[in-house]
Nanobody, 115 residues
Framework: QVQLVESGGGLVQPGGSLRLSCAAS????????MGWYRQTPGKERELVAT???????NYSDSVKGRFTISRDNGKNTVYLQANSPKPEDTAVYYC?????????WGKGTLVTVSS
């Protein structure tokens, strides 16, 4: 079992910056890929970014060049640095961890981009 707890959401102005954190606990030695997904009402959850245990990253086209995912394996934490957010980035952001093909999810943190 893996438990994930997100933090860092809130209100941010367009063009500002925000950093999300996700702390993992439990059977963390077996975690390979970690990532961030987001969801808005009435839409499916979508990929934002992922990072493997070796540091390989993958981004959705909508955030590429603006968001950066990073991982501190010593602290069992994954981060999402969101620079120059846009109103369309408003969503509940969920942390994800993959263990032998099983997906674990955090409860989510709301990010609102508005002036």
């Amino acid at each position: 079992q893996v438990q994930l707890v997100e933090s860092g959401g809130g209100l941010v102005q367009p063009g500002g910056s925000l950093r999300l954190s996700c702390a993992a606990s439990g059977t963390i030695f077996s975690i390979n890929t970690m990532g961030w997904y987001r969801q808005t009402p009435g839409k499916e959850r979508e990929l934002v970014a992922t990072i493997t245990s070796s540091g390989s990253t993958n981004y959705s086209d909508s955030v590429k060049g603006r968001f950066t995912i990073s991982r501190d394996n010593g602290k069992n934490t994954v981060y999402l640095q969101a620079n120059s957010p846009k109103p369309e980035d408003t969503a509940v952001y969920y942390c994800n961890a993959q263990v032998y093909g099983i997906h674990y999810w955090g409860k989510g943190t709301l990010v609102t981009v508005s002036s």
